[in-house]
Structure formats: structure tokens, C-alpha cells
């Protein structure tokens, strides 16, 4: 092998090391930014690490919101349960909810799922009219089998925590 082939090879093994390991660092710095969104029977089937932060979508369960009163100096604690009508997440907040929250309206809750079960909020967004569904909350509507949507449009949202895979349909159809 002649010198000049042997200079090449070694350009193109250094050029391959640095971008590998661009691409390694690249990758690990994307990983500790992802998050994630679920729906309570995603967790309730796979749950996730507690140092995992991810978004926690579903509707508000009816009488489930508890408002502890704020204490001088600090931010009030809201406990309520996020249920996609087969599986509900009980939810702790510390911070001013959005003015549009409240029962049997479409959330997404930002943070994390602690050893006990309960899911501690970072951040809390609320649906912004009456026809906005956030994506997320649909595709889990879809697959707890509340709503298909060539049925027609989705049951009215305060009867989503009760509902059952078969209350959701139309009657006098059935699904695909």
C-alpha cells in the first residue's frame, strides 16, 4: 500500500470516528429532551422510570377536583384524577390552573410519575374552546374504544369518564 493510499484511509477513519461520535452525543442530548406523551392506560400498562418526564393527557374525572388552600408565601396545590374512561392517574399541581380548566374538559399535564403512583405536574394545559381535542387525547379516545371517528363526531366531553367501549357508539351500528 502506498503512502498516499494509506494517508487517505486514515482521513477517511478519523472522518468516520468524528462523525459517529457527533452523532452519539447528538442522540444522547435529544434523549434527555424527549417527551412523551400518555394516556392513564398507557401507564397503567407499561410504567415509566421515575426520573422520566413525560405529558399525561386525558379528560379531567368528574368530582375529582380538590383545591388545598394556598398557604402565605406559596402557590396553591390542585389534586385531581386524569382518566381516559378506562384507566385514571390521580394528579398533583402547585401553581395557577388555566382558566379554562376544569371537570370533564381535555388536559395535558407536564411532569413526572412518582414511586407512589401519584403523577406530579410541572405544567397543566387546558383545551382552549369547546371543539379543540388535543390529538393526543383523541388517538387515546380511539384506542380505549370510545370513539371511532367514522361514526361520527366524539361523545360530548363530560360523558367520556363514564363511558364504556359501548356507549360511545352509535345505536344500530357496529364497528369495523
Not at 100 to 119: A, H, K, N
Request: aromatic residues 6%; proline residues 9%; charged residues 20%.
Amino acid at each position: 500500500m502506498t503512502s498516499r493510499k494509506r494517508r487517505r484511509m486514515w482521513i477517511l477513519l478519523l472522518c468516520a470516528i468524528g462523525l459517529g461520535s457527533a452523532t452519539a452525543l447528538t442522540l444522547t442530548a435529544f434523549q434527555d429532551n424527549l417527551v412523551f406523551f400518555r394516556s392513564p392506560s398507557d401507564i397503567a400498562q407499561e410504567r415509566p422510570g421515575p426520573d422520566r418526564a413525560f405529558r399525561l393527557g386525558g379528560l379531567v374525572e368528574s368530582g375529582s377536583v380538590e383545591r388545598e388552600p394556598a398557604v402565605a408565601g406559596q402557590r396553591p396545590v390542585v389534586h385531581f384524577r386524569v382518566t381516559d374512561g378506562a384507566n385514571a392517574i390521580r394528579v398533583t399541581y402547585q401553581g395557577v390552573l388555566p382558566d379554562l380548566f376544569r371537570e370533564g374538559q381535555g388536559v395535558v399535564t407536564m411532569g413526572r410519575l412518582g414511586p407512589d403512583g401519584v403523577f406530579r405536574a410541572s405544567e397543566v394545559l387546558a383545551r382552549h374552546d369547546e371543539t379543540y381535542m388535543p390529538p393526543e387525547v383523541a388517538d387515546a379516545l380511539k384506542r380505549a374504544g370510545h370513539w371511532q371517528p367514522e361514526q361520527g363526531a366524539p361523545p360530548p366531553p363530560a360523558t367520556w369518564n363514564t363511558l364504556s367501549p359501548d356507549q360511545g357508539r352509535p345505536q344500530g351500528r357496529t364497528g369495523s
